[in-house]
């Protein structure tokens, strides 16, 4: 099926046309004897004129046509390229079907120019599938020799749509005419967005100019699908121009804003810095004198105690000495609350360099001042992050955090035994708490008390109740364990 074909005496006729293009009717080449001379302009092939049921004329193949492209082509591809030709017209341009480039590299669906010869563009209808590489280089053929093109499809979502000068069009239901669906769009409100317009009125504005080709830079008002090139108006185009200039003076005032909030929020911190070293510095000579009054009043039992029954000490001081070249021993002000229920360590001057394993819970006034700006060292990494996670709720906090690290410290009591995790998962608010001490491998009675007691500054107590840690001062009732974990099968 084609709609043009070449006349031996009158050229090239049309079959879409009142007068075929030559000044002669239908009925000059329709069912005449004999036969009008008619062949196809791109295989040579002899043709002849039809009428299909619904009245639509075209040119066919004669029997033993070779292979042509004109005669593959679909019903619906030639539909629509006649609509494309009649929409062509009716915006004031002359259209032509079917017309072949000058070297014969490309054909023109149809072939619109300005009546004054300024402009010539193709109407392509493309509804078979393309790859958008062979779209762009058809495209590129008709530009070298100055046509520009528009692609046409009517199927739901064309790969290629946007990637070159190209709409999607749809059938109106109430108007009956083809209207543009993808591809015409305006900025406004800071995004593209669809502007109806029909099939006649899209190829006005595009043959005077009065919408152009554009890729936009910002975003498409959904349900429309981002495409590369849409048409618009200039002055769209202006209109994002100047959104995005607006916008690009409003970013760099937003980030001069806030430069100038970080610098303040910097000099803020570096002065808390600066007030947090005078007082953590406070807080190591305090605890550094009270490791020398104990060192000089030899009350070293609760050091003793936490040498023999804190697992990981021993790991703790290889780890200061290896990785951080400093030589410490346990500190015999341990027990002092300052290390919130931690074990100090100390170096050949009695200062504190690091304070094993203390207590989320019981960091607040002197401990959290002195722990804030001092390494804490953990028997595992799960006691580790246990601080951790247990720090975060509470309302002060060190402005860079805690300094913590962690040993992989061997399980406390015989070896083999299995050992018995506690959970802290919340504090315990019993009226009436039943209390038990957990003591390396043993759990002893204890009772709430108004001071701590030795055992209390170094272990920890719970509740039989709840469940939950005891915070409050407590003291061991008994020296008798209450309950001993023992190996499997002993």
């Known amino acids: ?16 046309l009142s007068d075929l293009g030559c000044g002669r009717g239908w009925e000059a080449v329709w069912k005449t004897r ?10 040579r092939h002899p043709m002849y004129a039809k009428t ?69 563009t193709a109407l392509e209808a493309q509804l078979a599938p393309i790859t958008g590489v062979d779209i762009t280089a058809r495209t590129d053929r008709m530009r ?18 946007g990637i070159v000068p190209s709409v999607r069009l749809e059938r109106s239901e109430a108007a009956g005419h083809l209207a543009v669906a993808e591809g015409l769009m305006k900025f406004e409100s800071r995004s593209w967005k669809p502007v109806p317009a029909s099939l006649i ?51 760099r005032a937003y980030e001069t804003r806030m430069a100038a909030l970080r610098a303040a929020q910097e000099r803020k911190r570096e002065e808390i810095r600066a007030q947090n070293a005078i007082s953590r510095a406070k807080a190591v000579d305090e605890a550094t004198t009270a490791e020398r009054a104990a060192r000089a009043a030899r ?17 703790a001081l290889a780890k200061l000495a290896d990785e951080r070249g400093v030589t410490a021993t346990v500190g015999f002000s341990t027990g002092d609350p300052r290390y919130a229920g931690g074990v100090p360590l100390v170096d050949e001057n009695g200062v504190t360099a690091a304070v094993f394993d203390p207590d989320p819970g019981r960091v607040r006034g002197h401990a959290f001042r002195l722990l804030a700006g001092l390494l804490l060292i953990f028997p595992s990494q ?32 015989p070896a083999g035994s299995p050992r018995r995790i506690v959970s802290n998962a919340h504090t315990c608010i019993c009226t009436a708490p039943q209390l038990v001490a957990r003591i390396r491998n043993a759990e002893y009675p204890a ?44």
């Open 1 to 16: 099926m084609a709609f043009r074909a070449v006349h031996a005496e009158w050229g090239t006729v049309f079959a879409h």
């Open 34 to 43: 004999p036969p009008a001379p008619l062949t196809c302009d791109e295989c």
């Open 52 to 120: 299909s049921r619904g009245g639509l004329r075209f040119f066919a193949h004669a029997p033993g046509a070779p292979t042509c492209a004109l005669g593959l082509e679909s019903v619906a591809h030639h539909l629509l390229k006649l609509e494309l030709a009649n929409a062509a017209r009716d915006a004031g341009a002359h259209a032509e079907l079917e017309v072949p480039g000058p070297e014969g590299t490309w054909r023109a669906d149809v072939l619109a120019t300005d009546p004054a010869g300024n402009w010539a």
């Open 144 to 161: 070298a020799d100055g046509v520009t093109s528009i692609w046409f499809s009517d199927r739901p979502r064309p790969p290629w749509l």
């Open 201 to 251: 009125q899209f190829l006005t504005w595009a043959f005077t100019q009065r919408i152009v080709p554009h890729t936009p830079r910002t975003p498409t008002q959904y349900p429309q699908r981002p495409l590369p090139t849409v048409w618009t108006a200039p002055q769209y185009v202006s209109a994002e121009d100047t959104h995005l200039v607006e916008e690009e003076r409003r970013q």
């Open 299 to 315: 009350t070293g039992r609760l050091r003793e105690i936490a040498i023999r029954f804190r697992p990981g000490i021993d790991l």
């Open 382 to 413: 799960t006691s580790q992050r246990r601080f951790e996670k247990a720090t975060k709720r509470t309302k002060h906090k060190p402005i860079d955090g805690y300094r913590t690290d962690f040993v992989d410290a061997p399980p406390s009591g």
């Open 447 to 490: 009772e709430p008390s108004d001071q701590m007691d030795p055992a209390a500054t170094l272990f920890r107590c719970r509740c039989r109740v709840c469940g939950g840690t005891y915070e409050k001062p407590w003291r061991r009732t008994g020296s008798t364990p209450a309950h001993r974990t023992t190996r499997a099968g002993e």
